[in-house]
């Protein structure tokens, strides 16, 4: 292509058209910038495509570990809590029933009553996203949603829960109605092997008003997760409604 025009302007210089020359020199010129141009739009493009599929990637990465979150580990962490509670209501109708219960009931009950239920969440896709450049996301809603959500919300909740549920469990009170409660009897496992189990001092502690307010810390501290988890869920909600929206955009 450059020959032919090497040509044509040999061939116009030649024949001494010096107007026609210049003309065509000049049309010439403005078709190379055009042609730079296009390449420059072209180019351009094909970076916006880029940097949007890279978008919604970091985008998906994120809306997928939210909603596995939201999906599979919480209600993981409140079906736990509902363990707790479902023990604490078994041990408060025996109670009314007046009945003596086996070592074995005791054992599955007491462990259900302190089964450990805790705030834990999981950041890394946003952690990742936020060292390539949070302004990866364009959409200003969203990443101001995520930030708050991930530095804000996620990490109080997980104090204020888990410490909440730390001093509940591990108070001085706690510790020593376990104490008054409980003794520690050694025995013999199925496979023949020395263990240690807790069982109640007497029969009468399970009708003591010392157990009752054992149960009763437990029901708070059940009462405290569940009612804040459901506040943590909603923002969840919300924040995954908007990336699903802004994901239909892509």
């Given at each position: 292509?450059?020959?032919?025009?090497?040509?044509?302007?040999?061939?116009?210089?030649?024949?001494?058209?010096?107007?026609?020359?210049?003309?065509?020199?000049?049309?010439?010129?403005?078709?190379?910038?055009?042609?730079?141009?296009?390449?420059?739009?072209?180019?351009?493009?094909?970076?916006?495509?880029?940097?949007?599929?890279?978008?919604?990637?970091?985008?998906?990465?994120?809306?997928?570990?939210?909603?596995?979150?939201?999906?599979?580990?919480?209600?993981?962490?409140?079906?736990?809590?509902?363990?707790?509670?479902?023990?604490?209501?078994?041990?408060?109708?025996?109670?009314?029933?007046?009945?003596?219960?086996?070592?074995?009931?005791?054992?599955?009950?007491?462990?259900?009553?302190?089964?450990?239920?805790?705030?834990?969440?999981?950041?890394?896709?946003?952690?990742?996203?936020?060292?390539?450049?949070?302004?990866?996301?364009?959409?200003?809603?969203?990443?101001?949603?995520l930030?708050?959500?991930?530095?804000?919300?996620?990490?109080?909740?997980?104090?204020?829960?888990?410490?909440?549920?730390?001093?509940?469990?591990?108070?001085?009170?706690?510790?020593?109605?376990?104490?008054?409660?409980?003794?520690?009897?050694?025995?013999?496992?199925?496979?023949?092997d020395?263990?240690?189990?807790?069982?109640?001092?007497?029969?009468?502690?399970?009708?003591?008003?010392?157990?009752?307010?054992?149960?009763?810390?437990k029901?708070?501290?059940?009462?405290?997760?569940?009612?804040?988890?459901?506040?943590?869920?909603?923002?969840?909600?919300?924040?995954?409604?908007?990336?699903?929206?802004?994901?239909?955009?892509?």
């Amino acid at each position: 292509m450059i020959k032919i025009f090497r040509n044509i302007r040999k061939s116009l210089l030649n024949e001494g058209k010096t107007g026609k020359y210049f003309r065509y020199a000049i049309g010439e010129i403005i078709l190379v910038v055009i042609g730079i141009l296009i390449a420059l739009q072209v180019n351009n493009w094909n970076n916006n495509i880029n940097s949007r599929n890279e978008e919604k990637m970091a985008i998906l990465e994120i809306y997928q570990s939210l909603k596995f979150e939201f999906e599979d580990v919480i209600p993981y962490q409140v079906n736990r809590s509902k363990i707790l509670e479902q023990g604490i209501t078994t041990f408060l109708n025996l109670r009314e029933e007046k009945v003596t219960i086996s070592d074995t009931v005791f054992e599955r009950l007491w462990d259900e009553i302190n089964m450990g239920s805790r705030f834990t969440y999981e950041s890394g896709p946003f952690e990742a996203v936020k060292n390539r450049g949070l302004n990866l996301i364009s959409n200003d809603s969203v990443r101001a949603m995520l930030v708050n959500l991930y530095e804000t919300t996620f990490p109080r909740s997980q104090y204020f829960i888990n410490s909440y549920l730390d001093s509940q469990d591990y108070s001085v009170q706690s510790i020593k109605l376990k104490e008054f409660l409980l003794k520690t009897e050694v025995y013999k496992n199925a496979k023949g092997d020395w263990s240690f189990k807790n069982v109640f001092r007497d029969d009468d502690m399970l009708y003591s008003e010392e157990f009752l307010e054992y149960l009763s810390i437990k029901k708070e501290s059940c009462d405290y997760f569940q009612n804040h988890m459901v506040s943590v869920n909603l923002k969840i909600e919300k924040v995954l409604k908007a990336m699903r929206l802004e994901l239909n955009t892509f």
